[in-house]
């Protein structure tokens, strides 16, 4: 079994996945009530709280694999990117726990870590495919060609657009994080009640920042009451001009590489307009589109280990 650490931003995540793809166990201590009232994520605050969190929630999840550390043949961790103080309390964290017990360690890029969500049962898929990579801190289009090989088609030139739609949820005073609220508040809205812009970037890259300011001035037109009774129609508004964006661009990556099939991985595609206008694609298993580790742990199944004790001279990185 392989055991997977994910403490890249602000979720300390521990999971075991087989050397098939199987998930024996899966937990996830959000830290998302924590950074609420600030808005945001504070980097240091996360940093402490996956040092109290990072033992406990390993431990949680051999008690639900009803495993032992016996039963770990490797163990798989976020090298980055991310949050340096939080990515390194997980990277020393996997150290330890491997070098203790003479294992061999596999660093994951947590990016490819959100692809390999894909790869796990029952429902693994195999590349080739079209990847849409959408998060709170990425937005790209990465050609898959096989487990190790993959291209970057295109990215974001300014926010994310998980970004955008926590930035979004803000303007409309909801809360953090933001995706998942403005995703509840659309249905109840009008999405022809606005018509924000899509960007239209040249190549397949995306742009989010116009809208965000489309945003800002809509809701600086309106008086605190008006705000109130239009959040919705602009709660839904704004999320149809997001998906348009990643959807036209997806399907036009799609057609330019001829790609035959198209995938989304990474939080917004827990949002569920996103996941009915690409109803044809697959889509990551919606517990595994968040931050989680046994999406980390998946990726390690096709990396090369590092062995015992190579990897103690490993550092994190913030950003790729
Ligand atoms: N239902 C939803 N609709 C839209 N966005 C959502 C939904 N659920 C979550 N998100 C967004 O997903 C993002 C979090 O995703 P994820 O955990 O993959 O990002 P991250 O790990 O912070 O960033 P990265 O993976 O780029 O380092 C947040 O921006 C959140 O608002
Ligand atoms: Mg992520």
């Not at 489309?214 to 602009?234: C, H, V």
């Amino acid at each position: 079994m392989i055991l997977g650490l994910e403490t890249s931003c602000d979720e300390t995540a521990a999971a075991l996945v087989t050397a098939d793809g199987y998930i024996r166990a899966n937990i996830v201590a959000s830290q998302a009530d924590l950074h609420a009232r600030y808005g945001g994520v504070v980097p240091e605050v996360a940093s402490r709280r996956h040092l109290e969190l990072v033992s406990p929630v390993v431990r949680e999840a051999l008690a639900q694999a009803d495993a032992t550390l016996d039963d770990v043949d490797r163990v798989a961790v976020t090298q980055g990117p991310g949050l340096i103080g939080a990515l390194l309390v997980g990277l020393s964290t996997a150290k330890a726990l491997a070098w203790a017990r003479r294992l061999p360690l596999v660093p994951v890029d947590h990016l490819d870590g959100h692809i390999a969500s894909l790869y796990l049962q029952p429902a693994p898929l195999e590349p080739p495919f079209l990847c849409l990579l959408a998060s709170g801190g990425h937005t790209m289009l990465v050609d898959v060609e096989s487990y190790g090989t993959q291209r970057i088609l295109g990215s974001t030139l300014d926010d994310a657009a998980g970004e955008a739609f926590d930035k979004g949820a803000r303007l409309l005073g909801l809360g953090y994080p933001g995706g998942r609220e403005i995703d509840r508040l659309a249905r109840e809205g009008d999405p022809a009640a606005y018509d924000f812009p899509v960007a239209r970037v040249p190549g397949l890259d995306f742009s989010f920042s116009g809208l965000k300011t489309a945003l800002l001035y809509a809701t600086k037109k309106l008086s605190p009451e008006e705000l109130e009774r239009q959040r919705a129609d602009l709660a839904a508004s704004y999320q149809r001009a997001i998906v348009r964006a990643l959807v036209e661009r997806v399907r036009e990556a799609a057609e330019q590489v001829g790609a035959a099939r198209i995938a989304v991985v990474g939080g917004v595609a827990a949002n569920s307009e996103l996941r009915e206008a690409l109803a044809d694609a697959a889509l990551a298993p919606l517990d595994l589109t968040t931050d989680n580790a046994a999406m980390i742990a998946s990726a390690a199944r096709f990396i090369e280990p590092v062995p015992y004790p190579g990897y103690l001279g490993l550092d994190a990185f913030a950003s790729r």
